[in-house]
């Protein structure tokens, strides 16, 4: 979806910036003078400031949420969903937090959740380019690399481009204006994969340190997707994680440091059948949620059971099924 571009302030005359600012340099420096340079600032996130004790030299940053170990979810990516504009209409499903596609979902969607009491994360592919987008076209040659297995249009990127970097920026200032509460960016673990641009780990943890300092100034909560093997470097840099099937390929103890720091963790299985209106067989969904110990995970995941194209349908561990309305004239399907 096209936004309007933020229009540009005009700068300002020396002399008016003179007379705001003297006055104001005045002030700040008679109250640290009065209270003393012992203060520093809050964090509720459980950060620690500088040894010294003196306040960090960028402004204070932190958020004013973050998501909470097993916090319900559903999430939607083949089309946004449909929120009824009556505020006394509770959501399908009722629960804390949506995941939904940064470009295809309108504000005003985002702003029905947030009056629901709903917190919104925003999805984007922070580590491949797709063919589809508003913003394709703004990608280089050199930017890109081999083609995603499986998914047409997509193709890996070089986390290192600033011109991909700048595109990153941009869609995260996007998910800001919308008032999006967090950002779920995929595909940063192009290391795994035939990438044709050499990206290694420490590729992946130099883009994630990147992304964290974008979007900290904007209040946005940020996510890990997948990437299992860079969990101990960059853990102190996002806020939750989001797995595809862990339960699946038996690596989910791999994202228990999330749940060890009081980080939740989005769990996503596709098991054979999920969409079936009645929900699925009582052993595949035993088979598919998270329990502990055997690389299985934990019941503290939020787990969720989908179709792999991610559309309104899910099911929940407790047998629970729920469809989400969308609006199938936008998305990809429809061009």
């Known amino acids: 979806m096209d936004t309007k571009p933020t229009p540009r302030r005009k700068p300002w005359s020396l002399r008016r910036k003179l007379l705001i600012f003297i006055p104001l340099i005045i002030v700040v420096l008679a109250l640290a003078l009065g209270l003393g340079l012992g203060l520093t600032l809050g964090n509720d996130n459980g950060e620690e400031t500088d040894d010294n004790n003196t306040a960090p030299s960028t402004p204070n940053t932190t958020l004013p949420w973050t998501p909470s170990v097993s916090d319900t979810w559903q999430i939607i990516l083949l089309h946004p969903p449909i929120i009824s504009s009556s505020r006394d209409q509770s959501t399908t499903p009722n629960v804390s937090i949506f995941d939904i596609d940064l470009f295809d979902t309108p504000k005003e969607t985002i702003d029905r959740l ?29 930017d890109l690399g081999e083609k995603l297995d499986g998914w047409p249009g997509e193709k ?44 290694t780990q420490d590729s992946s943890i130099d883009f994630i340190t990147y992304l964290s300092a974008e979007t900290r100034p904007f209040n946005l909560a940020l996510g890990l997707k997948n990437a299992g093997d860079i969990i101990p470097a960059v853990l102190p840099l996002v806020h939750f994680s ?11 103890d791999t994202f228990e ?30 088979e598919s949620c998270a329990k502990s110990g055997d690389g299985r995970g934990s019941e503290k995941f939020s787990t969720v059971l989908k179709r792999m194209d991610l559309d309104g349908w899910v099911e929940y561990c407790d047998g629970s099924v729920e469809r989400t309305d969308v609006d199938e004239s936008v998305g990809r399907e429809t061009g």
């Open 114 to 142: 947030h009056e629901r009491g709903k917190k919104v994360i925003c999805y984007f592919s922070a580590g491949s380019y797709e063919d589809w987008r508003p913003d394709a076209s703004e990608f280089q040659p050199e």
């Open 242 to 252: 989001v797995n595809e099937q862990c339960v699946e390929y038996g690596e989910c």
């Open 156 to 199: 890996w990127v070089d986390l290192s481009s600033e011109n991909v970097r700048r595109i990153m920026r941009d869609r995260i200032s996007m998910a800001a204006e919308k008032g999006c509460d967090g950002v779920d960016p995929d595909n940063v673990d192009g290391y795994q994969n035939e990438n044709g641009l050499s990206l």
């Open 257 to 286: 440091p999330f749940i060890a720091a009081g980080k939740p963790v989005f769990h996503i299985e596709y098991p054979d059948g999920a969409g079936a209106e009645q929900g699925l067989q009582s052993d595949v969904l035993g």
